[in-house]
């Protein structure tokens, strides 16, 4: 199960992850971008109680920084550890901006 909480300021919006990003919940996550994408300059993943991701959730997060690198900045916050692992392990960690 995933929770997505969107918080839209002008052109900066913040997504907020809690729960699993997986195979079943990725196409949910991809939605709501593609919605809120028009016009955002500046993109927050906000990751703090995201608990699990895995390769299909990966892949939306990589749409998502190939949009913003066109429109814009991305950047992650509040990584977990275990996540922060599956980051560094694929090489996320090289592409997306994290803090």
Do not use: C, H
């Not at 993109?43 to 895995?54: A, M, N, P, R």
């Amino acid at each position: 199960m995933l929770n997505i909480t969107k918080t839209a300021e002008g052109s900066a919006l913040t997504i907020a992850l809690e729960g699993r990003l997986d195979t079943t919940t990725a196409p949910d996550l991809e939605g709501v971008w593609k919605e809120a994408s028009d016009g955002i300059t500046e993109l927050t993943i906000d990751l703090k109680t995201l608990d699990y991701i895995s390769s299909a959730g990966l892949r939306v997060l990589l749409s998502m920084q190939k949009t913003m690198n066109k429109q814009g900045k991305m950047r992650v916050t509040n990584v977990s550890s275990d996540v922060m692992e599956v980051f560094e392990v694929t090489g996320f960690s090289d592409i997306l901006t994290i803090e």
